[in-house]
Each structure stands twice: as structure tokens, then as C-alpha cells.
């Protein structure tokens, strides 16, 4: 076919492999990054580079990189003579494990990973593509905030992450790992998150740094007293895990996505092992012991039922009064949310509502059954857990369970007191089924306590009040205190043998699988805060 006059002929084998040889090179420039000068700083702070890390999360040779070549368009500052490939954050897919994963990671070589407009337009891509495809999304956080070269462009930026994260929250699992610094509004991000690790020495997290704080109300504090690892996990609850490197910490982070589902449409992946259905567990019998006031770990329990003894703790150092973890029985993840009793005595506080109501809450949105493990003598008396809220705090958690339409089954191991009891999922709230162990006490309050209140005129009255009373203790306890008198009353299923936990629990679950609840129609409800 002849060729119209002036039209120019397609590049000969030669030419494409010339393009192909310089896009080779661009790539190659964009994926060294800023050089090795950068790249040895970044190992002098004990941190791994973007791409690093992003091989360490993803199975191997599994990441497809998108926006590889964008560069900012900014200008003012210096800006317009220094426009790196990726800007600053390294954007794609891989897998975990087979399944699909997206990622950012910032890139701190670069403008520190300080956030400007190409840099937030690449975020919001990789976070559209995860909503709509319906899989998990990871950040990797090592970002000195907004950039403030590009001033409100940064923010709106922020702002256009914060609108995702908060569409994308129980639709899919969201991951925040915080390995470097992450300040200002930039903080806020990891917070609308399901999940927040973080590695000891080198993140930190805080609305206003320590400079500020000394300015302002003269307190002297470093970054990691202010808003350290530790800070997190144990004081103000905003991490879920901590660890010593990041090696371990994106192991973790491979490990728990193995426990999610991809979306809030798809169930956890079930992984059959060869712990039997039907084992025994005759330690639970020696495990508890029977008297109330004698602690115990509650840990050991979990490990007793959990399949191989394997779970994972979410928030441990965190409000350890309750335990949050996730964990398999036959094959089937489920999130265990049991009582203490070796830290305050298992009671409810303002913390340990807070954490449970949000491992609820997590759980229900991604179809997680929910078992929960009871030996609570009642909420945490004092007038700081008064003023401090214990009343709309401790309704969080009462708020989660009974708008949880996941399969719910409880078991009362020892005390189950007063309102704490209807709170941790009692069948009176909608668990699905509720076993008691043989060593149950489930009452308004302790034998002791009641009786006061009850047979208080003739403890006063009696020769001998303190005979009296434990007359009265007995008395209140053979008729109101005995283990089988809420089997009587329909409101415990069944007394078990403590050594067939394991056994019910599973079959109870799977009877459940199949369960479908409808909440009522409404835009949402307005859950106390």
C-alpha cells in the first residue's frame, strides 16, 4: 500500500530497541532512586529503603509498580530543578501468600517522603484500585508530612487520603506500618486505619513534636518518649503491635493478612491443620482454678482451644486487663475476646472497653465469628474511670457486640458479675449460643457483696455478725450461685466439661457458618463515643 505523501515512516527494529534500551535506563535511574549516597543514610538510621521493604512484604517477584515515571509539577523553591522519578512514593501490586495486595511505601531518599500533589495523586490511585478490586491495602509510613513547598496542594492531598480511608474502612483491610516518622495531620491517616505497627527506634507518631511541646507548655521530651513504639503499644493504645526491627515487623504484617479476608464480601481463608476436633484439653481442668479470687492466665486458655496453640494478639501491652486476639479453630479464623484475670483481676475499664469494642467491630465487618471468654467481677470502681467516661466508654463495647451480626458464641469460666456480664456478649444481648464451665458464678455481684446488701439487718441484729455473715454468704451462693441456676433459667445453653471446649466451640461454629442477620434499615447508627 503506498504511503500518503508526508507521512513518516514506523521506526525499524533498530529504532524500537533504541527506545526500549533508553527506557531501560530511565527505569533503572528511578528505581536506584536519588543514589547510593541516599541509600547508605537511610541504613545509617537502622531503616531499609521503600523498595526494600516492599520485597520483604510481597511475595517474591510479584510487584507490579504503577506511576513508576511520574515526576511533580511544582515549581517555586528549587522544585523546578529537581523532579525525581516516582516523587517520593513507590505505588503498586503484588501478592501475600497468593493473594493480591496493594501498597504504597514512601521513599524517605526522596524530599524526605514528604507529601506534594503528584505524590498524593499516585496514593489515591493505588487506593481507588484496592476499593474497587476489593483487596487489602498496606502503607508503608516514612514521610516528613506535607511538603510545604507546594503548600495547600499538600493538605488537599491529605485530605483526599483521609476521604479514602475512611470509604475504604470494612470494605477492605487497611494496614498501616509506620517505619519512620509520621507527624502532623499526616498522623491521622494510620488512625482510620484497622491496624497500626510500628518499629521501636525509628517511627514515631504525634500531632505536634517535641519542639512544639516545649514551646507551648515547656515540657522536655524526645520523639520516642512523645510519641515512640512504646508510647503507642502500651500507653495510648494507637499501635496494635510493636517490634525491634522491620524484618520482624513486616513478617507480622504477612502474617496477620493471612488471617483477613480480601473484603468485606469475601470470607477469611480457612487453612486446615492437623490439630483433631474432638482433642481434648485435660490441662483446662487443673488450668482455673476454682476459687474466684485466685488468678490465672487467661492466655494459656486461648492456647489450650486455638488450633496447634497458635494465635495472634492484637494490642497485647495495650489495656492487658482483656485479651483481643485472632486465632483458627478447625481451619476457621476467629477473634477471641476474653478477660484477664492476671491483670486487675480481668475487670472492664475505659481501655479495655475501648479495645475490645473496636476488635468487635473489626471483626464483624470482615465476617469473623466472635467467641468470648468470660471471668469478669464487674467494671473498674473509681472516680477516675467516672469522670473518665466509663459509662459511654464501657457502651462501646455493649454497642459493638449487639450490632455484630457475625456468629457470637460465649463461655463463662468462673465470675460473671453485674453489668459486666451482660456487656461481654451475655445471650441477653444476642450471643448465639453461651456455654458455661462447672466452675461458673453468674450473678449481680459477688456472694459476699450481695449478701451485705440483702441480709444487711440481721448481720447488724446477730450476737455473732460475723458468723452471721457467712451463714448469709452460703445461703446467697447454694441459691442464687450455683453453677447450674442460669442453665435452669435458659440463659446459658449448656454446662460443658471444661477438658471439651475445643470440641463445642467448633461445632457450635460450624452449625453458625451459614448464619444471615438483618440489622435495620438505616444510613448508620450513631454509636457512643
Known amino acids: 500500500m503506498a504511503m500518503t505523501k508526508g ?11 533504541g527506545r526500549v534500551a533508553e527506557l531501560d535506563g530511565i527505569r533503572a535511574q528511578a528505581v536506584a532512586g536519588p543514589g547510593r549516597r541516599a541509600t547508605e543514610a537511610q541504613h545509617a538510621r537502622g531503616k531499609l529503603t521503600a523498595r526494600e521493604r ?7 517477584g510479584s510487584f507490579q509498580e504503577v506511576e513508576q515515571l511520574r515526576r511533580h509539577r511544582a515549581s517555586g523553591f528549587g522544585l523546578e530543578v529537581k523532579k525525581p522519578y516516582t516523587d517520593g512514593v513507590v505505588t503498586g501490586w503484588g501478592t501475600v501468600q497468593g493473594r493480591t495486595v496493594f501498597v504504597y511505601a514512601h521513599d524517605f531518599r526522596i524530599f524526605g517522603g514528604a507529601l506534594g500533589e503528584a505524590h498524593a495523586e499516585k496514593i489515591h490511585k493505588i487506593m481507588d484500585m484496592a476499593i474497587a478490586t476489593g483487596a487489602p491495602l498496606v502503607s508503608l509510613n516514612d514521610g516528613a508530612g506535607a511538603r510545604i513547598q507546594e503548600g495547600v496542594s ?17 470494605v477492605i483491610p487497611q494496614i498501616s506500618v509506620m517505619l519512620g516518622p509520621c507527624a502532623g495531620g499526616a498522623a491521622y491517616s494510620p488512625a482510620l486505619t484497622d491496624f497500626v505497627f510500628m ?28 510519641g515512640g513504639a512504646d508510647v503507642h503499644a502500651e500507653t495510648s493504645g494507637v499501635a496494635h503491635f510493636a517490634y525491634d526491627d522491620e524484618e520482624t515487623c513486616l513478617a507480622e504484617v504477612r502474617y496477620l493478612l493471612s488471617l483477613l479476608p480480601q473484603n468485606n ?31 490465672y492466665d487467661m492466655a494459656r486458655v486461648i492456647e489450650e482451644v486455638a488450633d496447634d496453640g497458635e494465635y495472634l494478639e492484637v494490642h497485647e501491652r495495650w489495656a492487658p486487663n482483656i485479651i483481643c486476639a485472632l486465632a483458627r479453630l478447625d481451619g476457621q479464623v476467629v477473634g477471641m475476646v476474653a478477660n484477664q484475670p492476671r491483670v486487675l483481676a480481668g475487670v472492664l475499664d475505659i481501655g479495655a472497653s475501648e479495645k475490645a469494642a473496636r476488635f468487635v467491630q473489626m471483626c464483624d465487618a470482615f465476617s469473623i465469628p466472635v467467641v468470648t471468654f468470660l471471668d469478669v467481677p464487674g467494671f473498674l470502681p473509681g472516680v ?53 464451665w462447672p466452675t461458673n458464678e453468674i ?16 448481720i447488724a441484729e446477730a450476737e455473732d455478725p460475723g458468723t452471721m455473715r457467712q451463714k448469709m454468704v452460703k445461703e446467697y451462693r447454694a441459691e442464687l450461685m450455683h453453677p447450674y441456676y442460669a442453665a435452669e433459667r435458659g440463659l446459658v445453653d449448656d454446662v460443658i466439661d471444661p477438658a471439651r471446649t475445643r470440641e463445642v466451640l467448633i461445632r457450635s461454629l460450624a452449625m453458625l457458618r451459614r448464619k444471615h442477620a438483618d440489622l435495620p434499615s438505616r444510613k448508620h447508627g450513631n454509636p457512643p463515643q
Not at 507521512?7 to 530497541?17: E, I, L, T, Y
Not at 516492599?54 to 517474591?60: Q, T, W, Y
Not at 511541646?213 to 522536655?220: K, Y
Open 7 to 17: 507521512a513518516s515512516a514506523q521506526p525499524g527494529p533498530a529504532g524500537v530497541r
Open 199 to 226: 518499629v521501636r527506634g525509628t517511627s514515631q507518631m504525634f500531632i505536634t513534636g517535641p519542639d512544639v511541646v516545649r514551646a507551648v507548655t515547656g515540657e522536655e521530651i524526645s520523639q520516642n518518649g512523645l
Open 265 to 295: 464480601r469475601e470470607a477469611p481463608p480457612r487453612l486446615r491443620g492437623g490439630d483433631r476436633v474432638d482433642r481434648r484439653s485435660e490441662v483446662l481442668l487443673d488450668l482455673v482454678p476454682a476459687d474466684g479470687s485466685r488468678p
Open 384 to 436: 477516675d474511670q467516672e469522670h473518665g467516661g466509663i459509662i459511654r466508654h464501657g457502651a462501646k463495647l455493649l454497642y459493638a457486640y449487639c450490632n455484630a451480626t457475625v456468629p457470637r458464641v460465649s463461655l463463662v469460666l468462673r465470675k460473671a458479675y453485674g453489668g459486666a456480664y451482660i456487656v461481654m456478649d451475655s445471650q441477653s444481648i444476642g450471643a448465639d449460643l453461651t456455654y458455661a
Open 154 to 170: 499538600a493538605l488537599a492531598g491529605y485530605g483526599g487520603i483521609f476521604r479514602r480511608n475512611t470509604r475504604a474502612s470494612g
Open 54 to 60: 516492599i520485597a520483604l512484604l510481597l511475595d517474591a
Open 443 to 458: 450473678a449481680v455481684m459477688g456472694a459476699e457483696g450481695a449478701a451485705n446488701v440483702i441480709f444487711r439487718r440481721q
